[in-house]
Nanobody, 122 residues
Framework: QVQLVESGGGLVQTGGSLRLSCAVSRRTSNINAMGWYRQAPGKQRELVASINSGGRTNYADVVKGRFTISRDNAKNTLHLQLNSLKPEDTAVYYC????????????????WGRGTQVTVSS
């Protein structure tokens, strides 16, 4: 099973930056796609950014141009660079992985981290 551990959250002021990391317990060769989601109090969890096995990225419109998702396969780590932060970015950020247990498997599994809190003050 793939285990995910997020880190890097914290409290920053509007306009500040933060870098989130997600440590992955398995080699990324078996991961189809990874992404960052966030959930603010009273709201649904939403996709922030994703990256597939081919390196193609996708961003929510509200973060495009400010956030950058990247993956370091050698270190089995996913990152999310958050720039120009706004109070509305305040949420718990979750790392997600869609993966195969074996490289030859066709079934896709889903794993979630426990989240890291990002708070942006105005």
């Amino acid at each position: 099973q793939v285990q995910l551990v997020e880190s890097g959250g914290g409290l920053v002021q509007t306009g500040g930056s933060l870098r989130l990391s997600c440590a992955v317990s398995r080699r990324t060769s078996n991961i189809n796609a990874m992404g960052w989601y966030r959930q603010a109090p009273g709201k649904q969890r939403e996709l922030v950014a994703s990256i597939n096995s081919g390196g193609r990225t996708n961003y929510a419109d509200v973060v495009k141009g400010r956030f950058t998702i990247s993956r370091d396969n050698a270190k089995n780590t996913l990152h999310l660079q958050l720039n120009s932060l706004k109070p509305e970015d305040t949420a718990v950020y979750y790392c997600n992985a869609k993966y195969r247990l074996y490289s030859s498997s066709t079934a896709e599994l889903d794993s979630w981290g426990r989240g890291t809190q990002v708070t942006v003050s105005s």
